[in-house]
């Protein structure tokens, strides 16, 4: 069975970091892009970031400059480094495995709140 562990969510202050991992199990995982998602109280899923297989990244307009997607196929990890963060960053962060739509995969999502 196919496992996406989040890690390295919490409380923090606004202007703070965090740093988000999400290791696989039981997938190729260099041959999968990845991202992270997040939902906040009362709104969509919405993409924050993502990283194909080769490496290509993308950001949401909101994050674009404060946050960093990066993948170590070795470890089957990817990583969001989260920097000046805001209160509009509170959501649950989620892991997504995506190689084509039979094969797409979430974790189980971490909470992130930003707050003083």
């Known amino acids: 069975q196919v496992q996406l562990v989040e890690s390295g969510g919490g409380l923090v202050q606004p202007g703070g970091s965090l740093r988000l991992s999400c290791t696989a199990s039981?997938?190729?995982?260099?041959?999968?892009?990845m991202g992270w998602y997040r939902q906040a109280p009362g709104k969509q899923r919405e993409l924050v970031a993502r990283?194909?297989?080769?490496?290509?990244?993308n950001y949401a307009d909101s994050v674009k400059g404060r946050f960093t997607i990066s993948r170590d196929n070795a470890k089957n990890t990817v990583s969001l480094q989260m920097n000046s963060l805001k209160p509009e960053d509170t959501a649950v962060y989620y892991c997504?495995?995506?190689?084509?739509?039979?094969?797409?995969?979430w974790g189980q999502g971490t909470q992130v709140t930003v707050s003083s």
């Open positions: 039981r997938i190729t995982f260099s041959n999968y892009d």
């Open positions: 997504n495995a995506y190689f084509s739509v039979n094969w797409d995969y």
């Open positions: 990283i194909t297989h080769s490496a290509i990244t």
